[in-house]
């Protein structure tokens, strides 16, 4: 089938007017639907955002928290290992005052008449015994 030349410009033209009378027709409802789709994306995504928002604000102060007491053990721990060293040190000369004592007390007793001194004798046993009992009172009391 062969159409002349006032045929294809009238079905042309009938096409181009149908595709804007379909366009008119349409643009409407595919506005209404575009301005319907992006209020439904825009509160979806505020809806999502308010909720890891408030997990993002949950595990940023879970994570303040963790610093925090991270921060206290640790300075908990190193008060904890100087005491230790001191304690160290301090058992030390605790020993070796012991043993500076016991030298002490082990000696033979000093005469009055060598090099014409006079000595002055005190009762270190007694002194000793009644100490140690009153730290054994503490610790048990």
């Known amino acids: 089938m062969h159409w002349n030349v006032l045929e294809q410009t009238s079905h042309k033209g009938l096409t181009s007017m149908l595709r804007r009378l379909v366009g008119t027709i349409v643009r ?21 955002s308010e909720r890891y928002a408030d997990e993002i604000t949950q595990f940023a102060a879970l994570a303040h928290a963790m ?16 005491f230790q060293w001191d304690h160290v ?12 004592v016991s030298g002490l007390l082990d000696q033979a007793p000093l005469d009055e008449d060598d090099d014409g001194r006079s000595v002055v004798r005190l009762p270190v ?3 000793l015994a009644a100490t140690t009992a009153l730290g054994q009172l503490g610790q048990a009391g």
């Open 67 to 82: 610093r925090e007491l991270n921060e206290n053990l640790t300075a908990r721990l190193d008060k904890q290992e100087g």
């Open 125 to 127: 046993t007694e002194t």
């Open 28 to 48: 409407g409802p595919v506005r209404v639907g575009k301005a319907l789709g992006r209020r439904f994306e825009r509160r979806l995504a505020r809806r999502i």
């Open 89 to 100: 040190a301090l058992a030390r000369r605790l020993a070796a005052l012991e043993d500076h």
